[in-house]
């Protein structure tokens, strides 16, 4: 199995968390929050420079709520559509606030409820079979219709049929051979990003290889050697084939372990933009998955960027300590909380879930993460659970 | 008061620059700089890596204006549209040109004839009230018409009728009560970017608390913990809430304040794009403000982008040292001239004021700065002062 | 001569690549990989981490294409449009894909046959002569037709008739005098971007000195105080006049060299992209040039974006570490393997030649670098050599 046993572990506690408090009730005054969020707060522990008064003294949570005013009459009750809710100026719009957050309560409703640590979202793992030493793995190139969130399908150039990809996870040093079939009506080749490799290895057609083309079959081989998060895709009129799917995780642990840091569960987050839409792993909130992590657990992220935006992930509540680009160490790790992660970069960060509840992580460019219909596109969450 | 003393006193240096030398001529020949830079320049003292070779030679300032050609034949004098200048090719437009420099000119005279210590740029800290070691604050979310510039007034959402609105500044170990009022004809929330909160405080809108509906007041409290820069806005219908103004500073200087550089005073850069316009802290050149700074002095800028695009800040003359981003110090400061800001990314920037002139200091996405009718939208300038 | 004499020797290995095995054979079998690099390649040695199982294991080389089917038949074989082949679904498209593959071969071919060390695109360096110690150049803006590619020529704003500009190279310390002569039909200004300079050299018309109107000539002047790789550009109507070419390469080598990595060629690399479209020091692929670089050899990029996007620039199969961001030393040098380059930044890189063959080179913004017609605009090669 080439996919590490901490995620999976990590995916069952999820269940839990569903049922105990991230229900959205029905009345506009009670909270999202989980039940355990809404007692005093743990002191978080920032990583930075403990501050002694600052951690000893919780805030007291005495949020109030109070309604002073009843707004503008209801006049009209039909759903608008997207259009009309941006359009829609205040004096114009009756009811179009009430509307609104109709649809922005809807779309998290939809979010919480559908937390399911099974489908998919965090990763396929690509089985492979040993022979020889060499790690053997197989895909094909399929032209799919891709559910980008239920009922909207795109159609999608993928392999094996998922966007993103099946996960590529081997160990420094290993050799492995990827024997790529195209059942596509055109031509293809696959570029192993940022992993290093013979020329003829690369996959660019007509400089390191002749086109997979329809029906063909072309076997890669390499030993690697730079451990890292690495991306691969096609690279053959790849503004289309990346765009509509063609892409996945490679990632080669390293060799020797010991300088990596510590985390309980490791997750991949591929971002996509023109061809499929705005989308997290291949999905669009309210469709995407929140990572569920316990509280006082570390865990890893590994944003690949493979749209053609930049796409800047912020992260409320939890500091991210960012350790790699590109696969590489960064010498000096730093903190923050929004990464911006450009075309073809990767980004390794650790997060201390130093503070329970629901945090939302989305791209903080809005137009690509929020209408006036409600949160969507680029949006999940991170769930501390105590 | 929360505001540092600092800025303050720097302000009002400023009448003194603008009475001095910083009006432009009528004369095309008269430059704009000011006087006392027009004398051999000081030699400038890069923190870099002092060199004493250049130091000890200042450079000869001999420029030299030679016309030696009439150009083209003024033909026609009405006042050009943007579309017009933006196509006008020189062999079709008679006097295009000399029009073009009218325009660059005026821009920069208003900008510089309309330096004003007293406008409000550089941000209005918002008072707070102390009852129990609590700092109370209070703020009330207004549609207004906000004046971009004279004549041009946008439809803005705002905290307390400004944009961006006031700004919250503490210390760390502060508990704070925010407490907010809904005059809106919609719902908000309002997220405390990059300030490290208990869940419940994070003003997501049905992921941790109601939305704050028209006519309602909301009461935020929690104990700051991370210092820095970070900032305030709308988490509710964001793209339109934030774009059209609900924006704001929220610094937390730190307990102990050994660690931090030392600097003569403090600024506060909030970039904005596509609701109100491309605006730096709410306002478009020339109807910005500079930062005016005594020579030899240093000062600090906190970048804050609040846009949907990027926005990579140039600032010519006087090097950048990078101390901070999302406000967590860097563990290694770096110097570079261009700090490029993503929406929701903040960084902090330590200047010295090592060489006299008005410096222009823009967003390097040209399109966000400058039209074939001069500067506009992301433009200021940094004065230094002998 | 103020271009090193490094860059130039290398320029001279190119010949014997292009002879060798470089040229794309007509049977769609054959690849496009030099000959040496088909054969088993040599371990490479990564910079980061030497491994000893890594490499000393190198990859058995073993691709198979083997076509399994006769896809679609072809129907038509006129040449498509770009629109025509952007909007080809496959079913509707008979041949579409092999048109398609045809394309792709035929810009990498046009490249590959198109090397050529003397045609400029490194760099063309602006003479100067001396007078009492004082590098006197002189420069001449002029509007001229560039050809961005044969066949595709656009109105260019120049300096001395070429894009980009020609290259000053001096030396810390060194006081230089820069005589500009506007031969436009517009005013101008020449910006030393990053440079240090007294502020009446620092070239924004109206602001510290009057536009260099038609016909007229403006005289440069200062000493040179901060090494690193800096640009110049107008800072007059700078969204057209930079987009349309008024862009330079300003490099002041340190005057004590022993801090500087060792490096055996120095390119710079300047990319632009609304004015004279998606183009990398001028030229669009396949008409850009290579890097051609004998195995085991390192050398220097000096990227340098004049237009208004971020270009993330990816060079594959060997990694860059990034030494310097706009001419300023990193205190702490990175590995990654795409350098996102923001307007105005510039960014110095080393690469280490460490596998033959010819590596593709280009912005990851795929929208920049292909389309359905194959490679375009912002992409090159590495070419390393045994």
Request: glycine letters at 8%; hydrophobic letters at 40%.
């Amino acid at each position: 199995m080439s996919r590490s046993p901490v995620s999976r572990r990590d995916f069952l506690k999820v269940a839990g968390v569903a049922g105990a408090g991230l229900t959205v009730g029905a009345c506009r005054n009670a909270s999202a929050i989980p039940a355990e969020a809404t007692r005093a707060a743990a002191p978080p522990t920032p990583t930075k420079e403990p501050t002694a008064t600052a951690t000893d003294t919780p805030a007291p949570l005495t949020p109030t709520s109070e309604p002073t005013a009843t707004p503008a009459p209801v006049a009209q009750a039909e759903t608008h559509t997207a259009a009309d809710m941006a359009a829609a100026s205040p004096a114009q719009a009756g009811n179009a606030w009430e509307e609104m957050d109709r649809m922005h309560e809807e779309g998290v409703k939809i979010f919480l409820d559908g937390i399911d640590p099974t489908n998919g979202f965090w990763g396929t793992p690509l089985e492979y079979r040993e022979e020889d030493g060499v790690k053997i793995f197989e895909m094909t190139c399929q032209e799919v219709d891709w559910e980008v969130e239920p009922g909207k399908t795109v159609p999608a150039m993928t392999y094996n049929g998922i966007v993103p990809g099946p996960e590529i996870r081997v160990t420094e040093g290993d050799t492995v051979r990827i024997i790529v079939h195209n059942e596509m009506s055109q031509s293809t080749g696959v570029h192993w990003h940022g992993v290093i490799v013979p020329n003829n290895m690369d996959g660019v057609p007509f400089i390191t290889q002749p086109p997979i083309r329809p029906g063909e079959t072309f076997v890669y081989e390499f030993t690697t050697r730079n451990s890292g998060s690495h991306m691969y895709h096609s690279h053959h009129n790849a503004l289309e084939q990346v765009s509509k799917g063609m892409i996945g995780a490679f990632i080669i642990e390293p060799a020797d372990k010991s300088k990596e840091p510590a985390y309980d569960a490791d997750y991949v987050l591929i971002m996509n933009d023109v061809g499929i839409g705005l989308t997290l792993n291949g999905k669009s909130f309210p469709y995407t998955q929140p990572i569920v992590a316990k509280l006082g657990d570390t865990f890893r992220v590994r944003y690949m960027n493979e749209g053609v935006m930049i796409h800047p992930m912020h992260l409320h509540g939890l500091e991210q300590l960012v350790i790699a680009k590109d696969g590489w160490p960064l010498p000096q790790p730093y903190y923050c909380d929004t990464v911006n992660v450009a075309p073809g970069e990767r980004y390794d960060v650790i997060v201390k879930a130093h503070t329970p509840g629901a945090w939302a992580f989305h791209c903080h460019i809005l137009s690509h993460a929020e209408s006036a219909h409600g949160m969507f596109g680029m949006v999940t969450a991170v769930v501390v659970q105590e």
